[in-house]
Each structure stands twice: as structure tokens, then as C-alpha cells.
């Protein structure tokens, strides 16, 4: 298992678990769009573990680069993690 | 454009807004004022009945309702504009009786001195008497530690912790508030793309490219300030009052109008006057051209002006072949397209009656899909705008 933090929240799900998956199941606070990372509602800051989330796709990673979004920003909606990691809701 | 915007306010008044009228004009500002409170009592008798006393108190002072009139068509055209929007509010309130109930539908008007005046008022500035951007979020705001009539900066306009209704619906809320902040946001943020807009025609008339990517690397840095503001308060819309100031509203007569839209919005009319968006689907279409109905005839001038011009930029842009110039461009309409994007499922989501933060209120599942259809169009037709794909700088 893999701890998933937003905010105070903590929650302890299977490695592999798509974040937006992780939300529905559990009432964490990042607000979801899209869902295809072309929005960018659930802009997150990675505040640990970066590695332990898969890499940007060109969708997500073009979203970002049009917002100038800062290095450690990502969009929920398209994250996975295999570790555990520590966010915060932009 | 000098005339009609400034660096500091844009398309809202450069002083803060002064509702003191002459007079016995004055009084329909603190009807309005008190009317909020009664209204917030949640009893549409004791509200119908305490209003139509003070209107026909009003009125008996004042004469008879034609000297009324004669004192508002008196007072200059802007001046008139400011009048309606305490009486707009006052016919809102009137229409619905009451915030607790269901939102009102069906023609209705306020008692005869007051539904002429506000008829006459509309006449003579071109404004629909109902709710839209124009009066609830151009004209009827005040910020903390800013008396009425003084100058206002961009500084303080995107204060927002500062900003506030000048009148309420229903006494003082937080989700009114949020509501109104929403709104506001865009236009205040907004600000910079009229004088940055209009510098990037100049330059595409003068071909001057370096400034060109500078003025289009600005509006992009005043659109990603607005995207952020919206992002983060929209969540935050009721969806119960969303839906009374829609639906109560949006009837004028026996026709039923949307009320209070994006396409009302100065900003969003520039960046789609600047960049050109088609607006393929018939229902965008219909829906942008029945929102410039209630914004002043001076205004729609200035867009259509800039609409006549902003042909040029697409294609200077793209023949230039500059590529600081046709980068700052795409990243502009990439922008535009996923800010469109996020507005589309996040308002979405209002309309349909569940927001974000999981309130909820009787679906209407068709206004769902006719926005969600529409809006979907709009955004492939601001992306189809393009010149090409950029290469990607992030790693």
C-alpha cells in the first residue's frame, strides 16, 4: 500500500492507483474537470515523492506549459502512483 | 478607446461608483439598500406590501410618477445607467417575493411608478432592465477604505479580498458574495488585455513583430491571472441563487432571457473581437449575440470596431514567421482554449445543479446539455485559431 496525502488528508491505497480514482473513493480536496488534462482544474503541487508518479504525457505536460505552471505542479487527473506521495491543491 | 476603457479600470468606471442622486432619486438607492433586509425576511407578502407603500409614498412626494421620470431622463447618461441598477434590483426581489422560494418565472412588473420609470430608463440608455454583468458586476461594486467617486487603481480592483456588492439580494451572504467575486474576478484581472489587445493591432498594421510578441505575451499573462481567480472561485457558486438570478431574471415581458453571461463580459467580447473566434454552433452564436443586448450601444461599437481590425493579426502573424511572435501568439490561443475548457466543466458542473464542493438543487439536466454542447463547440473553434503546433519546453 501507498500513502496518498492532499492537505491534511491521508489516505492508504494499492500501488498502481490513479489519482482521480483515488478521489472518487475518498473524499480528498482536489476539484476534478476534465479528466483529460486538458483543463487544469486539479492542478496539484508535488510537495514529496515526485518519483513516485508517473512521468507528464504531452497532453498534461503541454496543459502545464501553457499556465506556466511552476516544476513541481502536475494535474491530478493524470497522475498514478506507485509510492507515496504528499500534494497540495493549487 | 480612451474614452471607452483606461489602463487602470478597463471597461469599469475609473472612480469608485457614486450611487448619491439628487433629490428624490436618491431614496430609490436606499429602498434598495433596505428592501435587501426585508427581502432577506423570506416573506414575499410582508415584502410586496412594505415595497408597494414606500413606492407610492415615494411617488407622493415626489408628485406624481411623471415628475419622477422627468427627474431620471434629467441626469446624464451615465448617470441613468447607475440608476437602473438599484431599480433592477429592486424589480428582481419584487419578482421573486421571497429568496426561499423556488425562483419566480413568468411575466411579471413592479408597481406602475417604478415599472415606468425603470421602462423609460431602459429606453433611453439602451439597457435591458434585467440582471446581466453589466449591473451586477461592472457597476454595482465598492472596495474597502474607498469612498464613493474616488479613483480607482487596477491595484485595488483585483484586491478581491476588498470588493463587495454594493447591493445585496438577500441581506449579506458568503455565497452571494462568492457569486458576485466570481464574476467580478474575470473583469478586474482582465484589465490589461484591452490596452495590450489593442497595442497588437497596431502592430500587426505596423509590422512591428518584437512588440507584437510583447503585447501578446502580456494579454497572455492577464489571461493566466483571470483563469486562476476563475478556477478557484467558481467551485465556490451556489447553485441555488445561480439558478433564481438565471431563471428570475431572464424574464423580460413573456420572453425568457438568459440573464447573467460570460458573453456580457467586456473581457471575454475582446479576446473574441481580438482572436477572431468563429462561434460555429448556431446556439454560442445566438447566445453571444443576445448577450451584447445588454451592453451599451457604445460598447458594442468598440467591439465590433475591433472585430473589423483583428483580421489582420492571424495572418501577420503567421506570414511574419517570426518565432517569438507566432509562439506568444499560439500560447494566447492555447490558453483562451483551456480556459474555455475549465469553464466549461466547472460551470457545468453549477448548472447541473451539483457543485464541486457538494451542494446540490433540482437538476436541469437540458440547460446542462445545451451549455456543455455549445461551449464544447466554442472551444474547438477557438483551438482550430492556431498557427501551429509549438514544441514542447518542458522536459
New interface residues.
Partial sequence: MVLIQVGTKVVDVPPGSSLPQVCTEHPLPI????RAG????C?VQVLSGATNLCT?N?RE????????AEPDWRLACQCIAFGDVRLRYV | MGLLASTQTGFMPSRSPDYRFPGLLGEVVTLCKVGSTVYSREDEHEFRSWLGAEIDALTARTGTPADLIQQAISLPLPEQEMLMVPLIYLNHMWRQGSPALTAASGPSAMPAAFDALVTTLAESTGILPRFNQLIMTMRAWCIDGLPCGEHVSYRDLTDLNRVWPYFWLNGVSQSELDFYRAFFAVESWGVPVYGWGCLALECAAADDADLGALAMRCIHAAL?NV?FCV?HLI?YVNPVEFRKIQLTGGWINDELNGAASGYQLPFMLMLDALFQVEFSHPGAYEAREHGLRFVPKRWQEFFRTIRELSPALRPWVRERQCPELTDAYQ?CI??LT?YR??H???AGQVLRGAT?TGRAFTSSESNYRTFMNEIGALVKDTAALGIQD?I???P
Fill in positions: 476539484v476534478f474537470g476534465c486538458r483543463c487544469g482544474s492542478l507528464p504531452l505536460a503541454r496543459t502545464l506549459d501553457v499556465l506556466d | 493566466r483563469y478556477r467551485p500560447r492555447e490558453l483551456v475548457t475549465l466549461r466543466y466547472l464541486t509549438r514542447e519546453r518542458r
